[in-house]
């Protein structure tokens, strides 16, 4: 079966840090685009960060450039999120989603802005940001 799960997620104060972890089952995340989405209550997904199948490319909502990192384990079939800084903003479900399709200056809006030609998606882990 192939799935995506998320984990890391958890209650942090302001300023301070989380490491989501995003795991593949049943296939290989080497060969995939990846994505990390949020979607907070009331409010649409967005894309919060992405990465290339060969890890070239990497791109960042405004809102996390400067204190998200994303990154590919190392033969660990794993793409984390590191979250640094966190603001009461962050708050929200992530969702990682993995992507067959190519990441490249064309794709790289409607893949990780919007999710789109992403082909598996997990279902989420919370992030909670409070004092």
């Known amino acids: 079966q192939l799935q995506l799960v998320e984990s890391g997620g958890g209650l942090v104060q302001p300023g301070g840090s989380l490491r989501l972890s995003c795991a593949a089952s049943g296939f290989t995340l080497d060969y995939y685009a990846i994505g990390w989405f949020r979607q907070a209550p009331g409010k649409e997904r967005e894309g919060v960060s992405c990465?290339?199948?060969?890890?070239?490319?990497?791109n960042y909502a405004d809102s996390v450039k400067g204190r998200f990192t994303i990154s590919r384990g190392n033969a660990k079939n794993t793409v984390y999120l590191q979250m640094n800084s966190l603001k009461p903003e962050d708050p929200a479900v992530y969702y990682c989603a993995a992507g067959r399709r190519p990441l490249s200056i064309t794709t790289v809006q409607p893949m990780c802005a919007r999710g789109n030609g992403m082909d598996y998606w997990g279902k989420g882990t919370l992030v909670t940001v409070s004092s």
């Open positions: 990465i290339s199948s060969a890890g070239g490319i990497t």
